[in-house]
């Protein structure tokens, strides 16, 4: 299991402080003698779990690109709560699953998590002001808006709103892990099929995109059936429109319309393939499903 504590707005005493709480919190869950690693990163801290030689080869992994995943089930959350007990129960219950999720502790912190990464699902606090405006945004977002939402609810007069504001499924505080790991199973298969959507297959292939304004030739490190993730020597502008156009490996030519979904400092965006152009989406399929089937051979192989 992996946990990391995100939120961009605090100062390094306070992230420092929620980092050595939360790294203390799991020791107590899982015993004083299992080694916890904190690594620093761009947003926030990732606690990791488990033998030291483990949590080195995590660590070193956090440090590659954060848009390539080898797991294609590997299941991510985000947790928007400022209470220590809903963090205990919802780490006891993914804990079973080897998922991992990120903890933000406000709204704000929450709208900027989501807008930088793609994840599978949230658990949302209804405590946390701003709560219902998180799930909205979720809904009416490009990058998760299929993202599967339980809302943490302490009053059933909220049912209704939480509903409303796009959740999937409600569950009653206080929580526990049973509760956690039931509601996981439950939406198990809704959550992995939207993940093999949007399973990124690694490559390095050339792109063109065209904006409208200028044409600027790229480098594809990621290739999804939802998306792309791709390196531009010009920043592209977050929710912009643009063109693009590739090859595949197979030769198969792919063209059509997408939206940038998300942008960093390094001058990676991510792309949603919106529109495509003649067969292209066909031919996209084909080769994903051809990947998909040398995966599970490799697999099947090494198992």
Request: charged residues 25%; hydrophobic residues 40%.
């Amino acid at each position: 299991m992996e946990i990391e504590i995100g939120n961009s707005k605090i100062d390094s005493e306070n992230e420092r402080g929620e980092a050595i709480f939360a790294r203390d919190l799991l020791r107590r869950e899982i015993g004083s003698s299992t080694k916890v690693k904190i690594a620093r990163q761009e947003h926030g801290f990732r606690i990791i779990v488990g033998s030291h030689k483990t949590a080195q080869a995590d660590l070193h992994r956090s440090t590659e690109n954060p848009a390539t995943m080898s797991n294609p089930l590997e299941l991510e959350f985000v947790l928007v709560s400022g209470d220590y007990a809903t963090m205990n129960a919802v780490s006891g219950g993914m804990k079973k699953y080897g998922a991992k999720f990120i903890l933000v502790p406000t709204a704000e912190a929450a709208r900027d998590c989501l807008n930088r990464r793609k994840i599978d699902g949230v658990f949302v606090d209804l405590e946390v002001q701003g709560a219902l405006g998180v799930m909205e945004s979720i809904r009416k977002g490009s990058s998760n808006a299929k993202a599967v939402i339980f809302a943490c609810v302490l009053h059933a007069r909220e049912y209704t709103d939480a509903l409303s504001a796009g959740a999937n499924f409600l569950l009653r505080k206080p929580l526990n892990e049973d509760s956690i790991a039931l509601h996981i199973t439950i939406a198990k298969e809704l959550l992995e099929r939207e993940r093999r959507r949007y399973f990124r297959h690694a490559v390095n292939l050339p792109v063109i995109l065209n904006d409208g304004e200028a044409e600027q030739h790229a480098r594809m490190t990621n290739l999804s059936e939802g998306g792309m993730a791709v390196r531009t020597a010009k920043a592209l502008k977050h929710t912009s429109a643009t063109d693009f156009a590739f090859d595949l490996p197979t030769g198969a030519s792919v063209s059509g319309r997408g939206q940038v979904a998300w942008t960093n400092t390094e001058g990676i965006a991510g792309i949603i393939l919106q529109n495509f152009r003649g067969s292209g989406r066909e031919h996209l399929e084909v080769w994903l499903r051809a990947q998909e089937q040398l995966a599970i051979k490799k697999n099947a192989s090494e198992g």
